[in-house]
């Protein structure tokens, strides 16, 4: 098994670019099977979740596949008349966001099996409100065996009112709702930029979506849509984690094919932390400052700052001047980095969905392991400050979302690499 080695001590300097978002490729590559066809999305990070959401759709009988040459940064999507709705537990074990794929089959073929996701390492996570969506669009559920099994004639638009504010269950719906009979209102909707991509997306295949970015999205379900290309939006969570490096670091870069706009809630903290943040030449400019300021932070969905950003501000909060208050309020166990970074000698103390950090002078190299994709990030950012030697293990969730993360810190200056592990099982 990989691990990424960090030398620390170094000021990144320079520029780099940042990748297609995740979180938008997602439920983009999913959306493809509403429409039979060919799809061509461009800007899609070549990532573990982006490769097992080709799997998914592989094995349900489309042809999802990375180009290459001049095409490497897409994938083509053919689509054909019918497909085998089902999403196996190998695969929905292995990455929740499989679960998007419900939506978009109750919509074309009336049908789908897709097991349920479980538990998951930074919260329950469960999918009630994408099932009470798909009820109330008249899909009929049963629970067989640890797989959701739908189905319906035709679904039909209803208002839906969520109880809670999901990104990817706004998603689920958004893309059911597009080929419903008549009208659906998604109330307390998720505002992320993901989330406005898709519909632009949806849009674009034939579907009429208004209101995405608001809490409120009006749907007119459409008979049919049809395959497009598109080039996915940059991921504004790789952006804002480079954006912490350089802060962290006294360094200067800039990050370039970020919207800036997509960030404001990181960037404000940024700013607060003493750190100069610039909208520059289609990018972003991030100084670090000599001492960081400590900021109080709270994770709320957008436009909140991100509960995707919060482990990599805990790191930078490590080694401000003072006390900094961190509340998580999206999920409710995402602070496990938080006991890696006390191996590196970080001053924090949790209760409940708070942390407390108390900068400390100095980070210490560790070997440090990670439970989860922005915990992993975090600890990279921690041994980029930290003295001597950082070696973080379990380098697979890393690669679930970040793209050639150690080249790109490379590019940027730091002293990092990626080994193989021969004492990891
Ligand atoms: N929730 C429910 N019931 C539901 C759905 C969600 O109670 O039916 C709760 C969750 O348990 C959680 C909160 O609502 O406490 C928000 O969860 P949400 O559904 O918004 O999360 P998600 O859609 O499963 C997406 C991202 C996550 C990101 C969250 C929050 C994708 C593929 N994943 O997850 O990304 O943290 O939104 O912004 O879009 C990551 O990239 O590292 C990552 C975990």
Known sequence: MDKIVIQGGVS???????SGAKNAALPILASSILAEGEHLFRNVPDLADVRTMCKLLGTMGAEAERQTGKLK?????????????????????????SVLVLGPLCAR??????????????????????????????????????????????????????????VTGTENLMMAAALAQG?????????????????????????????AGTDVITIEGVERLSAIEHAILPDRIEAGTFAVAAALTQGNVLIERCVPEH???VIQKLRAAGA????????????????????DVKTMPHPGFPTDMQAQLMVLMTVADGSSVIAETVFENRFMHALELQRMGADITIDGHTAVVKG???????????????????????????????????????DRGYERIERKLRGLGARVRRVKDRRAS
């Open 276 to 295: 100069t943040v610039s909208a520059e030449d289609g990018g972003l400019r991030v100084k670090g400052p000599r001492t960081l300021k400590p900021v």
């Open 263 to 265: 960030l404001d809630a």
């Open 109 to 166: 073929f009336g049908r789908a099996r897709v097991s349920l996701p479980g538990g998951c390492a930074i919260g329950a996570r469960p999918i009630d409100q994408h099932l009470k969506g798909l009820k109330l669009l008249g899909a009929e559920l049963e629970l067989n065996a640890g797989y959701v099994e739908a189905r319906a004639k035709r679904l039909r638009g209803a208002t839906i009112n969520f109880d809670v504010v999901t």
């Open 183 to 211: 009208r659906t209102v998604l109330e307390n909707a998720a505002r992320e930029p993901e989330v406005e991509e898709l519909a632009r997306v949806l849009n674009k295949m034939g579907a009429r979506i208004s209101g």
């Open 360 to 398: 400390v002078a100095m980070l210490q190299g560790a070997p440090v392991m990670a439970t989860d994709l922005r915990a992993s990030a975090s600890l990279i950012l921690a041994g980029l400050r930290a003295g001597g030697v950082t070696e973080v293990q379990r380098v697979y969730h890393l």
């Open 73 to 97: 940064d897409a994938v083509r999507i053919s689509v054909p008349e019918t497909l085998s709705p089902e999403a196996p537990y190998e695969l929905v074990k292995t990455m929740r966001a």
């Open 12 to 18: 990144l300097k320079g520029k780099v670019t940042v």
